[in-house]
């Protein structure tokens, strides 16, 4: 099974930015992505890009200031996280995806009981 193991979170101002990585022990998910859940709030699906195609997805939330990339070669996907809003605050998780029918955009709302595999997440701070 696939091992996710995500860094770079940390504790930043409101207009900051952050880059999170992902590093998987095997990259062969047809799907990539990362999803956020802040304490009390539900899970939200964040970004998502397809492994042979390139195809990216965002949520409304995030679109214009997140960017979500990959190496495959290193077996990493990232996030850029720019234009940082206290409301980003949360834990944030990397996920596998295969069974997209060929859509990422369906990474975005599946339940982690759906993925292929799921990390232990990174930690992001907004203050205002």
């Known amino acids: 099974q696939v091992q996710l193991v995500e860094s770079g979170g940390g504790s930043v101002q409101a207009g900051g930015s952050l880059r999170l990585s992902c590093v998987a022990s095997?990259?062969?998910?047809?799907?990539m992505g990362w999803f956020r859940q802040a304490p009390g709030e539900e899970r939200e699906g964040v970004a998502a890009i397809s492994t042979t195609d390139g195809n990216i997805y965002y949520s409304h939330s995030v679109k214009g200031r997140f960017t979500i990339s990959q190496d495959k070669a290193r077996k990493t996907v990232y996030l850029e996280m720019n234009d940082l809003k206290p409301e980003d605050t949360a834990m944030y998780h990397c996920?596998?995806?295969?069974?997209?029918?060929?859509?990422?955009?369906?990474?975005?709302?599946?339940?982690?009981?759906?993925?292929?595999?799921w990390g232990q997440g990174t930690l992001v701070n907004v203050s205002s």
């Open positions: 095997e990259y062969t998910s047809f799907c």
């Open positions: 996920l596998a995806y295969s069974r997209s029918g060929g859509y990422c955009y369906r990474a975005l709302d599946r339940e982690t009981q759906d993925f292929d595999a």
